[in-house]
């Protein structure tokens, strides 16, 4: 989270969308192949975390889960793990169907509700990705226990 602090200092030519986006890198002959998660993600291109250290080549594909590819240049690295990547043509990501379900998933969490979320997190499938399922139930937790916390408040102003 930036805390206003991007506006100031960020020379991106567009705004980013904050996402946790679970995708694969292949690289070389196409035989390589890594996961991890987009974190932030624009129309000409997006921040890479890996699950482990990482030597990637200037040119990898990008792939979605529902099989689009996008290739991408690498123009940043950070510790082996974070990586920022181009879209080489960015006009094919402006198009596709990635692109459309990351803006209609920031749309409903941007104007939802804490609880509304973390309703529509429940009924999400996240297909294995272990990262996104514990945030799932650690949000649950943390809702379940901030209920607790409030209804606790509430009877002890009703016993006063």
């Known amino acids: 989270m930036s805390f206003g602090r ?6 991106r030519g567009e705004p980013r969308t904050d996402i946790l986006q ?16 987009i974190r ?7 921040r890479f975390v890996s699950d482990s250290p990482l030597n990637l080549p200037r040119d990898v594909t990008l792939i ?15 510790g082996g793990t974070e990586f920022g990547l181009k879209f080489a043509d960015i006009g094919a990501f402006g198009r596709s169907e990635a692109k459309e379900s990351i803006d209609a998933v920031y749309q409903i969490t941007k104007s939802r509700s804490p609880m509304e979320i973390y309703t529509m997190m429940e ?38």
């Not at 932030?40 to 997006?46: E, K, P």
């Not at 009924?123 to 945030?135: K, Q």
């Open 22 to 37: 679970r995708v694969s890198l292949v690289f070389g002959d196409k035989d390589t192949s890594v996961t991890g998660l």
């Open 40 to 46: 932030n993600i624009s129309m000409s291109g997006l």
């Open 123 to 160: 009924r999400v499938e996240f297909f294995g990705d272990e990262e996104l399922e514990a945030a799932t139930r650690d949000y649950a937790a943390a809702y379940d226990h901030m209920i607790s916390l409030y209804q606790k408040r509430v009877f002890a102003q009703q016993q006063a």
């Open 64 to 78: 979605f889960g529902n099989g689009e590819w996008f290739d991408c240049i690498v123009v940043r690295e950070e």
């Open 6 to 11: 991007r506006d100031v200092y960020d020379r």
